[in-house]
């Protein structure tokens, strides 16, 4: 991923990583999720490569076979690599279900964790993934911490990069 020559600096980097936080403050996420690999041996690239499968089986299990054709009932995360080099693990905000609670709300969010422990895991053997509900906004400050880095900030990625992939 190439960034406009203005982000290459790190003061653009922290302001856009401000800006960034002030703007995921505006959602209401339901989780705080963290995909871990318990090994080194995965670049970025594949790490990229396995949240964009994860991504595929969490929406396939929460709208259905069919789920790349609705992609406003489509997960909404944003997800954040952290230490890369030595134990690569996605921290992610999700928003489960904008709208109000109904029945099938509640069913999905009861199956939530246990889906997105299952996938992760059959991804990546030796992963675990640690699922919370988000009680204090400042779990936003927590996932960005790193983006002033280079690495953390060219590894950022939104769900919506993976709407118009099959």
Not at 81 to 97: G, S
Not at 100 to 127: C, D, H, M, Y
């Amino acid at each position: 991923m190439t960034f406009h020559s203005s982000f290459n600096s790190l003061s653009a980097r922290q302001r856009m990583k401000s800006e960034l936080v002030s703007r995921l403050s505006e959602f209401r996420f339901d989780y705080f999720v963290t995909l871990a690999t318990n090994h080194s041996t995965l670049t970025p690239r594949a790490m990229r490569d396995r949240l964009k499968i994860w991504d595929a089986r969490m929406n396939r299990f929460l709208i259905g076979p069919k789920w790349n054709r609705r992609p406003d009932e489509r997960l909404v995360w944003f997800a954040f690599l952290e230490k890369a080099a030595v134990n690569p693990h996605w921290h992610l905000l999700v928003e489960l279900d904008p709208a109000p609670p109904s029945a099938t709300a509640k069913a999905r969010q009861a199956r939530f964790e246990i889906e997105a422990k299952l996938n992760w895991e059959g991804l990546v053997k030796s992963g675990d993934v640690d699922v919370k509900t988000v009680a204090d906004p400042r779990v936003i400050e927590y996932c960005s911490k790193e983006l002033w880095s280079d690495d953390a900030f060219t590894a950022f990625v939104c769900s919506r990069e993976f709407q118009n992939n099959k």
